[in-house]
């Protein structure tokens, strides 16, 4: 009866949405290109996503979603509407579609409300409409035993935010959100870049040389590769080579910050769960967990040893998936619209 459910990962980088029996059917950025004269919009996705940086006057490519949270209310509800209507075919008689979507563990009641809203005014029921925390979803996307009395620790490094959290039977024990993340590490990019070498880049580019090149920890050979930008000083473009020499020193300030949030989240844990995360270790999610060398980093500042997820990208989305799949077993993980409306 319920194969409409849906899993929902809204993330600020890319919106990922699982379907019951299916797995993950939409896979693409948060980006949302509008008319600025008409409100129209234009495109969703890959397709808006390809126009970021290149638009005529007339036309902006936003992303509505602003470190994990909703930024633009409107543009976000056309967005979810676009990627639920792309997952699934309305009937009028059919049943409308279950929903669980995941939000930062720090958010605030006003933030999930209009989550909540969001996928309502986008075609869910108010009554079958869950939220779910993002490092609960990255747990139960993992694999990690969160209903069983051990702890596990999970650190999710999203576009926008980087969620810590020590999880056992089946609830949040202590958890940090840190609004540095993905997102963060591209603008360290440009802006070392600008200092040292006088060019400017844009976020695309950024996020390329840290695909390419990008590392937390010293590489065995360093790597090189030619990037293109304008000159500040000429004005004129200009193509230069970085090293992965360059760009760990241009990230060494948020993946500290990041380690750090590490470090509290450990603090405040009780001594017992400590002991389980000391012995089967940190679990990494989300696309920041695919900086090279960080497992092996955060291994030498807390000397715990540290996984890198199985698909750490689609961790969330899969968690979500999975409590639709058990929803009887798993219900108490979420959070439910009664909560969050008061």
């Known amino acids: 009866m319920f194969s409409k ?33 008409t409100k129209e919009v234009l495109a969703v996705g890959n397709e808006a996503k390809e126009m970021i940086g290149r638009t005529p006057g007339n036309i902006v490519a936003i992303r509505p979603m602003k470190d994990g949270v909703i930024a633009d209310f409107d543009v976000t509800q056309a967005m979810l509407r676009y990627f639920i209507n792309k997952a699934y075919v309305r009937s009028m008689f059919g049943p409308k579609p279950r929903i669980v979507i995941c939000v930062p ?18 075609g869910s029921k108010d009554k079958d409409t869950y939220l779910i925390e993002e490092p609960m979803a990255a747990s139960i996307g993992a694999g990690l035993p969160v209903a069983e009395p051990t702890g596990s620790m999970v650190v999710d490094i999203g576009g ?21 993340a993905g997102d963060a590490l591209d603008n360290a990019i440009v802006g070392y870049i600008k200092r040292e070498f006088n060019l400017a ?34 004005g004129l473009p200009k193509t230069i080579e970085v090293n992965s020499v360059h760009v760990r020193e241009a990230l060494s300030e948020p993946v500290s910050s990041i380690i750090e ?8 844990t009780p001594p ?50 999975l409590v639709l799949e058990h929803i009887d077993t798993l219900k108490n993980v979420l959070i439910s619209p009664r909560k969050a409306l008061f």
């Open 105 to 122: 563990s720090g958010v605030t009641e006003v933030e999930k409300r209009a989550v909540l809203e969001a996928a309502i005014a986008a």
């Open 160 to 180: 926008g935010t980087s969620e810590v959290a020590v999880i056992s039977l089946g609830g949040i024990v202590t958890s940090t959100s840190l609004r540095v």
């Open 261 to 268: 949030t590490i470090k509290q989240t450990l603090e405040a």
């Open 272 to 321: 017992e769960l400590a002991a389980d995360v000391m012995e089967y270790g940190i679990t990494l999610t989300g696309g920041g967990a695919l900086l090279r060398g960080l497992d092996e980093l955060i291994t030498s500042e807390t000397g715990m040893p540290v996984h890198v997820a199985n698909e750490p990208l689609n961790c969330v989305a899969m968690g979500t998936g």
């Open 201 to 234: 880049i844009g976020d695309r580019t950024a996020e390329e040389i840290k695909i390419t090149i990008g590392s937390a920890y010293p590489l065995e050979q360093e790597e090189k590769m030619e990037i293109r930008g304008r000159d500040l000083l000429s």
């Open 5 to 37: 459910d849906m899993g929902i990962d809204l993330g600020t980088a890319n919106t990922l949405v699982y379907m019951r029996e299916k797995g993950i059917i939409v896979n693409e950025p948060s980006v949302v290109a509008i008319n600025v004269q």
